[in-house]
């Protein structure tokens, strides 16, 4: 027998501690075993409970990762027909000749306003994130166009910034032992990760005694293994429960009204919707039943449970605000919050599942210095205004970049785009309809992508930088929310290939272009700057080379971060930072945009491809496309072990699949008018009838008849958005049909 040990145990194996940076939620410590520039092996986080941050299955399999044989290593040329995918590899010398010819060529042609750069957060650390380095590139060369609205958080941000004046709403998550009632509203925390430690205190606060419910039209794994109660609704209409609910409270004097009177205004104006005085229906119970499909007598329990059992913490997620209903679903949540007295107090919660804690957040952390873009010079002020159509003056709303592309100046954009440099992204796979986006990115005259694989989106550039992963930088990374923590991006390998990151390869470009100003970027002085120098960034951590070496440095508060303490304790002193210093459930902002489909108060609205809209009725179903568990996005598609640990599957309840003859298993078409997928069934009484789920991120793979063969559920979602600018995703209708 092979005695070989499982891993070699010889003295050239180096552990280096350092983390992924993924844009998944998570951030964990991790430690690669490292021979001869390859990570062998991979350890999670030492720590002992309670402060053990566990990584997931996909930070396991980051050697397979970063080592993949599908991992672009040169720069790349195209060759055959745009989207066709055959490049040949060229040098860095041809590649930035390349690129630094067609941005002089496209600017001097049409302006800088027609170079589009399309970023996102397929990496977040601080000195490495692209975007960054490559807008104060395309600044100092002149300008460009981009994009505006979080196509993740974009209807929580706007509503948290209208009633509560920031988007820095988080509790940490050792809070949660707090709570005694939790509601995870739309949210899957088993699957989705947002931040690394919120199961482990969601269990902690369930063996606690903490009541849990579940609303989702999915009985998902967070449900099965947390939740006492699952209520399920359908997509779009949990803001009628909400009203209900609200109801229910009114008129059994339910509300907290000393709270309300003290810390908020425009109640009066929300009781008269909520009691049918402003539009003669009242929201109650039976009225919420008929749209949502929950029984009246479970949303009024609902209703009954959190108004009395306190503290409760409303974890209200983001994929139902990522719908047409977007900041109407996150405005109606905080609103029920302060109803029920649960802000600033410790145990309770408000503004989303997981919104920012103000330290290390992905809004706030330190980053290289951007510069002014002068395309966007001379735009509207934005100052005091919640109006979204001020911000699209000078850019594109991020869900509109491809019908952008297509339509220009003529379609009201801001520019016409010949040249776009897709980064950190691969937003033809994930914005919506992404059939219409190839017909986009095939009039580009030039295109240019930063990528560490050949994804659906880099398959149709001209020009492909391959990039390095975090395995091969030294960076800060901060967590996503709720973690109170920082973590180091320790170099553990050499760059494989000829890749660079996108710092480097910024400044190549910028020598390349005359753009002394760009500067150096020595990467040791920067990460010791953002640590212990910039005044303004300074994160907390005392000393570099010890947060370098144990790749974490943990903040040791004297208790859970709790949002809007200080308002709700010290009124006076701290005001909300609202413009009237309190809680807005009526906004004079948004009155001021005089627009039904975003009223001052929130509400439940109908809206095109709802449950009910009868101009879908020829696609019975409505679709919910949540993130998945084996991938961040479509980023990790291609890991063998990750696809076998949760095969791609459209869910569908037996009850649609046996009037479709669909059994377990069966290849199936969804389809709409923005395209048709096939993918295998999973036929289970996990999700509700009249709904289905495809996760997102898996690859988009027509074939010559346009039917997409990877199952991407894009092809059905529309590339719209809601006056708040929440991208719409989970507001879709489809039909499924045996294939
Ligand atoms: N149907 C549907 N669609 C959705 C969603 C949904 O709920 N439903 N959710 C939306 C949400 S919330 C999000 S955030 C978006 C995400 O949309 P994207 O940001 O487009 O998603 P990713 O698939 O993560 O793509 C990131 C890419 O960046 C690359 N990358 C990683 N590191 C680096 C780097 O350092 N430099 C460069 N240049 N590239 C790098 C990766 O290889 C990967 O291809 O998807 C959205 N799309
Ligand atoms: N493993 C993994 N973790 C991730 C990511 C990933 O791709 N993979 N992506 C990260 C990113 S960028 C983000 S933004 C977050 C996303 O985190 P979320 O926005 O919370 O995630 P989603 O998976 O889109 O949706 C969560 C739940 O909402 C439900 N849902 C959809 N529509 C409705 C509705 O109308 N009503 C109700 N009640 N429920 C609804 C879905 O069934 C799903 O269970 O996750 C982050 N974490
Ligand atoms: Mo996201």
Redesign the pocket.
Known sequence: MNASPPFPADSEVRIVRTTSA?????RCPLRLHVRDNVIIRIEGDDAAEPDQLRT?L?CRAYRKHVHHPDRLLQPQKRVGPRGEGRFEPISWEEALEIAAGELERVKETYGSASILLAVS?GYLGSLHEGARATGRLLSLFGGYTTHYGN???EGPIWAATTQLGTPLTGHSRDDLLNARLILL?????A????GTNTMYELVRAREAGARIVS????Y?D?AAVLAHEWLP??????TA?MAAMAWVMIEEGLCDFEFLDRYTIGFDRFRDYVLGLEDKTAKTPRWAAELSGAPADRITALARAYATIKPAALMD???????A?GEQ?SRMAITLAAMTGNIGRSGGGVGG??MNLPFGHMYAAPMIPGVRNPVEAGGPSLRGSLDLNLRLQKRIHTNRIFDAILEGTRGGYPADIRLAWFLGNNFLNQLGNTNKAARALKQLEFMIVSELFLTPTARFADLIFPVTSAAERNDLTRG?PSGLYYTAVNRAIEPLGACRSDLEIAMALAAKLGLEEFGTFDEEDWLRTFVEKNPETATPIPDSGAFRRKGIHRLQPAGPHVAFKAQIEDPDRNPFPTPSGKIEIYSERVAAMNDPACPPIPKYLPTPEDRLDPASKSYPL?L??????????S?MQKIDWLVEADPHRIWINPADARTRGIAEGDAVLAFNDRGRLSIPARVTER?MPGVV?I???AWFDPDENGLDRGGNPNVLTPDTYTRGGASI???TRVQVQKA
Do not use: K, L
Not at 22 to 26: A, D, L, P, R, S
């Open positions: 993924f844009n998944c939620g998570g997931c996909r957060g196509v993740s958080s509203w739309g949210y899957d925390p699957r989705v990760i947002t609303i989702d039209p999915r998902h967070s609704v359908h997509p779009g209409t949990d429960v997620a983001h994929g139902p605000a990522r719908s209903m679903f599942a997981f996503w409505q919910v496309s949540p993130h998945p568990s084996n991938r961040v996005h980023d999700i789920c996760f997102e991120g995703f989970n507001t």
